[in-house]
């Protein structure tokens, strides 16, 4: 078997690579501003299936719009099955940096084999500003763009069924990723699809441009779906208006390279170096073309060639400088953000400018040109990490004091902040973060792994990521003050004591009441009977409402989607005015239990949910048994699953007709005065009549 050597091209890029994905190892956290918040939202969404997190499930609810922006949600959620969520982050920000420059590579050897030089430029781009920004969804949409364009130029007939299913498929994929990746992606094909096109017509003498036509309409009918989506969403997104950066400021920005400026302005100098380098291969691409059309213009081949004459002037590569043309335009003309959603919009079409001129450099030199480029590009990206490194070090470094109270918090709790975005920055730098503000929500990173809901993560507001906020109303159970609101905490002292403290912010936790002593007083046993407002409860037993909010030290429901009303087809309420889905009659519950059933007022009636149902008692430490109720009454069937303090104690239980009851019993010891049980359903709804409370034995 032969076995193919690896060139010193590729050999100078895998040792890139691992030089550039090296320093997302070295520290414990990636200091990117909205990072944190993608990493708790993925971690939200790997964790959402189970019932035992019923804050994160009470407080989120899931979002299954096929909207641009699932990639990296999806991605890092799958990964936690396997690695912790810090670790995820890690990866998926590796292969944005790593595949930039392979996606880069693998255009520019689509284009013209062995035509790798200036992939190295990607190495430079690869630690870009709109990464540190935390875009992840875009960061990784850029290299899944000219991995689009590679796969599509690979292919020779532009309108074969494997042409139109590769564009379809990177067109799908950057979709899910960011929309104006996709709607770059979708204007780089239709050019160059047409200019190919027209191009054949050109170059064939065989081929005439008239007849070339029909396959352009047919290319576009092809692309006709990618238009209407991509019209679609900007109809719907350009409503409002929006901000447009000054003329000056987007030149500034331009010639700065802003694209590779993240934390600093050091960055700037690298810019100014690269974009002059590239200025220089442009020109060089340009005096070859010209030596070209001089070479052909003294040829006897350019007194009979016609049309065909264009192409040995003109070549294929040079779609990519149009391309570049329409997207330097769009850069000056597109707004900064609409007021309807959107932001950075001119910042993020910057990043492509460059990088997709880079197939049209051509220069038949000599190879010591080509090595001077490769050099000169591999001090710049090596110079640029260099600079991340520093800038990784400090911030980690601060991220660690600023967040050492993660274990602290307790799991299944309320997390906010004061600020919600606090806009401050670390210490150790000694320089200005102008461009990215690393612990703008760094908060995020308390709330992995432990079932922490954070009240201020920014995502769920808004109407693009996959979870979306249901009820954000709940007391904290935690607040993480940042030190510019320390002069502002009188609401917290009398409810909540700091428990952590350091240099960046202090930690408060609200303190617990303690179990209320009227409830046990002169007994051992107490029962909660859940009706509706109207009902009628059991002689001493205890009455819980739809509405009966849990006091600290007390009882009541954590969660807000409780009824107790059954929405029938018929758009009535009142249970008793209607049949059960089960075909026979209702029969009344006297006739079921019988006239002396102890608990026949506590069968009469209950509340119901088809979603999660959280109810939580104050109890003193102890050991207790359990036992709950249920009749299904006019919702049957039901189906009926409880979890007490993280425990699955009865699954499955299902009443299938309305003469049906149940009685459930189960044990649980009490550690911190707290009974936690979460009731619900897989199936349709669950109902709850009341449960007993009995002693059994007391607490240390």
């Keep these: 078997m032969k076995v193919r050597r690896l060139s010193i091209q590729h050999i100078v890029v895998i040792v890139l690579l691992a030089i550039h994905i090296l320093p997302v190892w070295l520290f414990k956290y990636t200091c990117t501003q909205d990072g944190p918040a993608h990493a708790h939202n993925a971690h939200i969404l790997k964790v959402y299936h189970n019932h035992e997190n019923y804050i994160l499930r009470e407080v989120h609810e899931r979002n299954p719009t096929l909207f641009p922006n699932w990639t990296s949600h999806v991605v890092m959620a799958g990964l936690m099955f396997i690695f912790p969520p810090l670790i995820c982050e890690k990866i998926f920000f590796s292969l944005c940096i790593g595949l930039l420059p392979l996606s880069l590579l693998y255009l520019l050897n689509a284009v013209q ?67 104006q990746s996709y709607a770059l992606l979708t204007m780089s094909l239709t050019v160059l699809g047409v200019f190919l096109y027209v191009y054949e017509a050109l170059e064939s003498p065989r081929v005439r441009l008239t007849a070339q036509l029909k396959s352009i309409f047919l290319f576009l009918g092809a692309m006709l779906p990618a238009y209407i989506i991509l019209l679609t969403y900007y109809l719907v997104k350009q409503q409002g208006g929006g901000f447009h950066r000054s003329f000056e400021g987007l030149m500034k920005y331009f010639l700065s390279v802003g694209s590779i400026v993240s934390f600093r302005d050091a960055h700037v100098l690298i810019g100014n170096l690269l974009l002059a380098l590239l200025t220089i291969a442009f020109l060089l691409t340009i005096i070859d073309r010209v030596r070209k059309i001089y ?98 070090y400090l911030m980690d470094r601060d991220a660690k004091v600023a967040l050492s109270s993660a274990e602290m918090i307790e799991p299944h709790t309320v997390l906010a902040s004061r600020p919600g975005s606090w806009g401050g920055t670390p210490d150790s730098a000694n320089w200005d973060f102008k461009y990215i503000l690393p612990f703008e929500h760094i908060e995020g990173y308390l709330a992995l792994e432990n079932g922490v809901a954070y009240l201020q993560n920014y995502e769920p507001s808004t109407d693009h990521f996959p979870l979306r906020y249901k009820n954000r109303e709940m007391t904290p159970d935690y607040v993480l003050v940042w030190r510019t609101e320390y002069d502002n905490v009188e609401d917290l002292i009398q409810d909540y004591e700091v428990i952590h403290s350091t240099n960046f912010n202090r930690l408060y936790q609200r303190k617990k009441a303690a179990p209320d002593a009227q409830l046990w007083e002169n007994t051992t046993t107490i029962t909660f009977d859940m009706q509706p407002t109207d009902g009628m409860s059991a002689v001493e037993h205890i009455p819980v409402y739809k509405d009966t909010n849990y006091t600290d030290g007390r009882y009541g429901w954590l969660s807000k989607s409780i009824h107790d009303e059954f929405k029938t087809g018929g758009g009535g309420f009142e249970l008793k005015y209607w049949h059960t889905e089960d075909t026979k009659s209702v029969p009344n519950v006297r006739d079921v239990l019988g006239e002396n059933e102890s608990n026949l007022l506590l069968y009469q009636d209950h509340l119901l949910g088809q979603e999660d149902g959280v109810f939580r008692v104050a109890l003193p430490n102890g050991t207790y048994e359990i036992t709950c109720y249920f009749h299904a009454g006019v919702v049957a069937p039901v189906e009926i699953n409880l979890i007490a303090n993280g425990e699955k104690k009865f699954q499955k239980l299902r009443l299938t007709s309305a003469d049906e009851s149940a009685e459930r019993r189960y044990t649980v010891t009490i550690t911190d005065e707290r009974l936690t049980q979460v009731i619900y359903t897989r199936k349709k709804r669950w109902v709850w009549n009341g449960f007993t409370v009995k002693q059994l034995s007391k607490g240390e």
């Design 113 to 179: 084999k062995g035509k790798t030089l200036f992939c190295l430029v990607g190495f430079i781009f690869a630690y870009n500003y709109l990464l540190h920004m935390g875009f992840y969804n875009f960061a990784l949409s850029v290299s899944l763009f000219f991995f689009a364009l590679g796969c599509w130029w690979r292919c020779e007939d532009k309108l074969s069924i494997k042409a139109v299913v590769t564009a379809y498929v990177g067109l799908i994929v950057v979709y899910l990723t960011h929309f």
């Design 295 to 392: 070479a052909y213009r003294n040829s006897q081949e350019s007194e009979s060639s016609g049309y065909r004459g264009i192409t040995a002037i003109v070549d294929r590569t040079d779609v990519f400088l149009l391309i570049a043309l329409i997207i330097t335009f769009l850069y000056f003309r597109s707004p900064w953000s609409l007021r309807s959603g959107g932001m950075w919009i001119s910042d993020r079409i910057h990043i492509y400018i460059l990088l997709v001129l880079l197939p049209f450099f051509t220069f038949n030199l000599h190879r010591f040109v080509d090595y001077a480029f490769s050099g000169i590009l591999i001090v710049l990206a090596l110079w640029h990490l260099g600079y991340h490194v520093q800038t990784y």
